[in-house]
């Protein structure tokens, strides 16, 4: 089923909230060190993911190239932006958040990154889920913390992840009907390979080690086709 991930995705945002709403007193250190956890998983399936390449020029080529495209239209500065301008649009209520706020909140960090995108992507490429599931316990944690805050808004959050991510995956099954099956496993080897690099660097945030604007990295994804596009009708 080429939505699993997504549906697994969207329930642990679920069941997370839930969780939050009941443990409201979760000490700082263990919510440290289970998001060091996390990370470290994350920053692993990053690097097996990059060893999928066939010609690591490519990836680092496209990495390079949409990390230049990324900063020029300052795609993490525009996500920034939007986030402020929902929450200045948003009713407020003088004690806390409302379900409004949670929601948008919890969608803000859920949608954006290069996480769901490729996640979805190889769901529908390759029935590949392990990105989505990994990004769904990320998001189950992360829901539990931001719920015992935000309330119960956070839990609405799975709808929009759901159809974004969904939308993306059955998009993704329809490209092998028009693209030869050669350029098409060229793609993908590649397009995870710098993927891979993407979600490592997720990995390494959410250790604390670096902080890597990731969202302008994702053109890089774009770069690659057009590159072993090229390369395969040469």
Do not use: C
């Amino acid at each position: 089923m080429i939505l699993f991930g997504t549906i697994v995705n969207a329930l642990l945002i679920v069941i997370g909230t839930i969780l939050g709403r009941f443990l409201h007193n979760i000490p700082e250190r263990m919510k440290e060190t289970i998001m060091y956890g996390i990370g470290l998983a994350v920053a692993v399936i990053g690097i097996q993911m990059t060893f999928e390449s066939t010609q690591i020029l490519i990836v680092i080529i496209s990495i390079v190239v949409g990390a230049v495209l990324g900063e020029w239209m300052d795609l993490d500065d525009k996500v920034t932006k939007l986030g402020q301008w929902l929450e200045i649009k948003l009713p407020r209520k003088e004690e806390g958040m409302n379900i409004s706020e949670g929601f948008v909140t919890a969608t803000l960090i859920f949608v954006v990154g290069s996480m769901a995108i490729i996640g979805a992507i190889d769901s529908g490429l390759r029935n590949d889920h392990n990105v989505l599931v990994m990004k769904g316990i990320i998001d189950g944690f992360t829901s539990i913390i931001l719920s015992s805050s935000l309330g119960i808004g956070v839990a609405f959050a799975a709808i929009p992840v759901f159809l974004y991510q969904g939308i993306i995956t059955v998009l993704s099954t329809q490209i092998s009907q028009y693209i030869p099956q050669a350029l098409l496993d060229f793609f993908i080897s590649e397009m995870t390979a710098t993927g891979g690099l993407m979600i490592l660097a997720i990995g390494l945030n959410l250790i604390g080690l670096t902080k890597i604007r990731v969202a302008n990295l994702v053109p890089g994804i774009l770069v690659v086709g057009v590159i072993v596009t090229v390369i395969h009708f040469l």
